[in-house]
């Protein structure tokens, strides 16, 4: 398929725009101008309650904010960590989508606003959400939920940090429902098919990505950690079950696609679903194309599945 048209009318936009990319302006200024993507995100549906509040993470306080989809005090629930590169982004720009997919649901969602990069650089935002999981599990009565039925999620940066959380969590012994992998940047690996038919023309660029890598690992000593690379783990054998969404005309492809070959590989289960016409960033953006509903209602659906079991 083509790119949808509400895609391309948004692509061209951009570009009369006329925006600086990332490596062309001071990170103040790019993480300012991101501002701009709420209007991408449109408007919450109602919810039952949205509370912020601040949790104690491993070298800072991290804002979190609990999506409430009903009374339920015993109801499933999320950890998620939001996508930007793991330099960009704020929980308001995810409002949307996030309402949306807690209603669809019925699950809690509890948003991690981990500390960023290149101020923080991992393991530094990879410690905070891993730290978010443990706060929420072991306060799971306090905040209404399950803590026998607790899923991480995240889309882009977001995605490998659930990645590498469900990681840590199989090592540790930390019981994980499933992870939800929204097209994740699992590999600094840049000679990848999507990284090479994609590099260029479809939003998120080839060397954004390699500029994002570069502000998180900085340098090359982490390439093979595979709590920075999940790709780079021996073994995903016994991780949590894996819901993978992608988008057509996203860099990003053969990450996920690698990852769930790798996934079979290892006897580990999983389900893979790409949206067509879709670029980089159409999950979160409700406003910006009907594809965003359908990808955080199939989300939605999957999740319903692996909570009942």
């Known amino acids: 398929m083509t790119l949808a048209p509400e895609i391309i009318q948004q692509l061209a936009d951009q570009k009369a725009a006329g925006l600086p990319q990332v490596w062309e302006a001071p990170v103040a200024v790019i993480r300012e101008l991101t501002q701009g993507r709420v209007a991408f995100a449109g408007v919450p549906e109602p919810i039952l309650s949205v509370t912020n509040r601040f949790i104690p993470g491993p070298t800072a306080d991290l804002p979190?904010?609990?999506y409430?989809?009903?009374?339920?005090?015993?109801?499933?629930?999320?950890v998620f960590f939001h996508g930007g590169g793991w330099v960009l982004n704020f929980l308001d720009i995810y409002d949307a989508a996030l309402h949306r997919l807690?209603?669809?649901s019925g699950s809690v969602i509890i948003s991690v606003n981990y500390q960023k990069a290149p101020e923080h650089p991992f393991p530094e935002?990879?410690?905070?959400c891993y730290a978010g999981l443990l706060w929420v599990k072991a306060h799971a009565q306090e905040i209404g939920i399950d803590p026998n039925r607790i899923g991480?999620?995240?889309?882009s940066a977001g995605g490998n940090l659930a990645a590498a959380v469900a990681l840590k969590a199989r090592d540790e012994n930390v019981a994980l429902t499933y992870q939800l992998l929204v097209y994740p940047c699992l590999d600094r690996d840049?000679?990848?098919?999507?990284?090479?038919?994609?590099?260029?023309?479809?939003?998120l660029t080839?060397?954004?990505?390699?500029?994002?890598?570069?502000q998180y690992l900085q340098g090359s000593q982490h390439d093979n950690n595979p709590y920075a690379a999940p790709m780079r783990a021996k073994s995903l054998a016994g991780v949590a079950p894996s819901v993978v969404i992608t988008a057509q005309y996203d860099p990003l492809v053969s990450d996920s696609e690698n990852y769930c070959a790798k996934?079979?590989?290892?006897?580990?289960?999983?389900?893979?679903?790409?949206f067509p016409g879709m670029i980089h960033g159409f999950f979160a953006n409700v406003a910006a194309t009907p594809s965003s509903h359908l990808a955080l209602d199939f989300a939605a659906q999957e999740i319903v599945k692996l909570v009942k079991r």
Not at 68 to 78: I, L
Not at 125 to 128: A, K, R
Request: zero cysteines; hydrophobic letters at 35%.
């Open 152 to 155: 991480v999620g995240g889309d």
């Open 263 to 274: 996934l079979t590989s290892d006897g580990a289960e999983f389900i893979y679903k790409e």
């Open 68 to 78: 409430r989809p009903n009374q339920d005090q015993n109801a499933p629930a999320m």
């Open 102 to 104: 807690a209603n669809q």
């Open 190 to 203: 840049f000679t990848t098919k999507s990284y090479i038919d994609a590099a260029t023309d479809y939003g």
């Open 64 to 66: 979190i904010r609990i």
């Open 206 to 214: 080839t060397q954004a990505m390699q500029w994002f890598w570069d």
């Open 125 to 128: 935002p990879f410690d905070d």
